[in-house]
């Protein structure tokens, strides 16, 4: 089957798959576009598409010099763009096997077949979290706490300090006390253990977040958009307790409700 557009252009001739190509080539820029738009990357995209329909149209009129220059270019531009975005591009490719590539049973069939197990939260570990936080919120002292889930968190724990501790309140609020050396970051607790301390979390690129919240809220949305971690945040400002989850706040009116965020957090693992 062909899509005759002689009549149009008088040359020109696609069949079914060359549409199908247009049409998958256009969707992917599309998503590209969606993904960067309004960052710097935006005007080195454009021009990289610039430079591809150049190269289509060079290669069309058979100008074989320019078509080898352009495609030089083009190549080598590709490998230091990749260098130069290496942040952004990890992050896309995180986002995308964290969102769509291991979702849903396709999730649940991919955690069979490589044993990997959702994360436990014990009933006591849930009572330190929750009362520390209620500490921390009263003498309003900044707190950042990440509870993984089935998405490692390797690569986060890796920026940070190794604590490999017993879950503890007491312990809690002494990392995070304003004159702690490892205050500033977030904490990561996986199971009943505190695994690591001042650690560095992505920052969300959303635009609608509030003036109002800080660099640890966006910290916090950051992460939970970009795994499927569940993280308490506690403002140094307002002493505000917010639990941040797949990149919705919600705040914490009081600490009944911080313990049952926590508590279905523990039953889903189980």
Not at 198 to 223: E, F, N, Y
């Amino acid at each position: 089957m062909t899509c005759h557009l002689n009549a149009i252009f008088g040359f020109l001739s696609l069949s079914l798959a060359d549409c199908l190509d247009i049409l998958m080539v256009a969707a992917l820029i599309f998503l590209v576009f969606r993904w960067i738009r309004g960052s710097a990357a935006m005007s080195v995209f454009i021009a990289v598409i610039m430079l591809f329909v150049l190269r289509v149209v060079v290669a069309a009129l058979n100008m074989r010099l320019m078509n080898a220059l352009l495609g030089t270019f083009i190549d080598v531009g590709v490998i230091a763009l990749i260098v130069i975005f290496q942040p952004e591009v990890r992050h896309f490719l995180i986002r995308l096997g964290s969102r769509y590539g291991a979702a849903g049973k396709g999730r649940e069939l991919l955690g069979r077949l490589f044993g990997i197990k959702e994360q436990k939260l014990a009933g006591e570990t849930v009572n330190e979290i929750a009362e520390a936080c209620r500490a921390m919120s009263e003498s309003k002292t900044g707190a950042l706490i990440v509870l993984p889930n089935k998405d490692s968190l390797a690569h986060i724990v890796e920026t940070g300090d190794i604590v490999d501790a017993k879950v503890s309140r007491r312990l809690i609020m002494n990392i995070f006390f304003k004159n702690s050396p490892l205050h500033d970051g977030a904490m990561i607790i996986e199971g009943e253990r505190i695994e690591a301390a001042r650690c560095t979390l992505p920052i969300t690129q959303r635009q609608d977040i509030p003036p109002s919240l800080g660099m640890r809220h966006k910290a916090a949305i950051g992460v939970s958009e970009e795994t499927d971690a569940a993280v308490v945040v506690v403002s140094e400002e307002t002493g505000d307790i917010s639990y941040v989850h797949e990149g919705v706040l919600t705040h914490i009116s009081n600490i009944n409700e911080l313990k049952l965020k926590l508590g279905t957090k523990e039953e889903k693992t189980q």
